[in-house]
């Protein structure tokens, strides 16, 4: 039975000491969006270490405010794989040993000719009352657990594997579907992600702050800023998917009415892919020339599958010499002006697209930091040379803030995003 148009609170608990060490948590960014895409919003995202009285807490604390509850990792064979002993221990149900379940896990190890470990038989101990979910890709198998609340509302448990490419299958062919069965059969979502570039976060929030005003209580808005670029996203419910739909359909009108010119795609789309299309679109071709970004432009544009169909090639030259020898920037310029020049950008622009014999030419130069800035060009100092796309080679000045590694990425979407609009005709 279903719990129609109930918008249940849902929480994530991750688990890992290694996460509290400095690897980045993937999974957060994949379940929140999968879940938002659905139409679920997650209200809390917990981040633990292997300490099972730690997670037991949190679990208990969990029942108290929360409808379900998502725990990810802390399911494999080692001493500190603990998610079960935790909600056991937090739920005040047992653990029950599932000998079939053994027989699974044995049958795959068999399979592979490796002697299973003796660590993995608590794989097979279900929390009293769980459903197992089958993990074909792994050895430890996900659990779902329900529990009745006063209101009758069923709480949720679930218990996914760690490693992305078990805890993905399990969590879009088991956990997506047990949710929207509980909460969703009569919830329908429609959802918009624009990309924005050319515009700041304050000057588009500033732009769409009318409509925000206008949909309020009626639309879930986001607003992110990156670099060079900023993501707006909203979504919208309604009792049928044609309601949603409409509903969407206005208030992306009302959305492009006031930074259209802005916005350069949506949903899956990136600068680079977008830089694609137009090239292919504009039947030209590409290569760049990269100093400060070392190589960063041209792995940004190469990550767009079939990006080989426009794209020539690129060179790092972060010396005056392969300036000089091989992009043909003439001395006088280097010696006059400097590598961090206007005149540099320009002239490395041309000499990458007449070497790569490619119809437009890209070039960045510039002082990444933390030192080689001055007074007359300080730390951040940026130029981006486009040959090709006018009569006459230019360049673009850029004063970007931040470290070393920020100011080379914000250099190279800045560049994407010149290009771009050049190739579009939309300076």
């Known amino acids: ?10 929480e994530i608990l991750f688990t890992g000491s290694e996460l509290l060490e400095g690897r980045p948590n993937t999974h957060q960014n994949y379940l929140c969006l999968k879940l938002k895409n659905a139409g679920f919003s997650v209200v809390r995202a917990t ?3 292997d300490d ?10 969990w029942s108290l405010r929360s409808d379900a509850l998502i725990i990810c990792g802390g399911l494999g064979p080692t001493f500190d794989d603990l998610s079960r002993e935790a909600a056991s221990e937090a739920l005040k149900r047992p653990l029950i040993y599932h000998p079939e379940i053994f027989k699974t896990i044995k049958a795959r190890f068999s399979r592979y000719r490796h002697p299973i470990p003796p660590g993995n038989k608590k794989q097979a101990y279900l929390i009293e009352g769980a459903q197992i979910i089958d993990n074909p890709r792994g050895s430890a198998p996900g659990q779902i657990l329900e529990i009745s609340r006063k209101n009758d509302i069923p709480q949720s448990l679930f218990l996914l594997p760690g490693p992305f490419a078990e805890m993905s299958p399990l969590f879009e062919g088991a956990i997506l579907p047990r949710l929207r069965s509980l909460y969703g059969q009569n919830l329908f979502s429609k959802h918009l992600l624009l990309h924005l570039s050319g515009i700041s976060e304050s000057a588009a929030d500033e732009k769409l702050s009318s409509v925000v005003d206008a949909f309020k209580g009626k639309a879930h808005f986001t607003i992110l800023g990156l670099p060079a670029q900023v993501e707006f996203y909203a979504s919208v419910q309604g009792k049928t998917a044609q309601e949603a739909k409409t509903k969407m359909r206005k208030l992306k009108a009302a959305i492009l009415k006031k930074v259209g010119p802005f916005v350069f795609g949506e949903g899956e789309e990136t600068l680079e892919s977008a830089l694609g299309r137009a090239l292919l679109k504009a039947k030209k071709t590409l290569a760049v020339a990269e100093s400060c970004t070392a190589g960063g432009l041209a792995a940004r ?3 767009v599958p079939g990006s080989s169909d426009y794209f020539k090639g690129g060179l790092i030259s972060y010396s005056n010499d392969i300036k000089r020898d091989f992009l ?3 001395p006088k310029t280097l010696s006059r002006f ?6 540099c950008a320009i002239e490395m622009a041309e000499g990458v697209r007449q070497k790569m014999k490619s119809s437009v030419g890209i070039s960045i130069t510039g002082i990444a930091g933390p030192g080689g800035g001055s007074a007359k060009k300080p730390v951040g100092l940026v130029y981006v040379g486009l040959a090709g796309l006018t009569q006459k080679p230019f360049s673009r000045r850029l004063h970007l803030l931040g470290e070393r590694e920020t100011v ?6 800045w560049a994407l995003h010149f290009c771009l609009k050049e190739v579009m005709g939309e300076r």
């Open 47 to 49: 981040t633990l270490p």
């Open 408 to 413: 080379r990425k914000r250099a190279v979407s």
């Open 301 to 303: 544009i190469t990550s």
């Open 52 to 61: 099972q009285a730690a997670l037991a807490l949190e679990i208990k604390a």
């Open 1 to 10: 039975m279903g719990f129609q148009n109930q918008t249940p609170r849902i």
């Open 338 to 343: 400097g590598a961090v020049s206007p005149e």
């Open 328 to 330: 043909g920037v003439e």
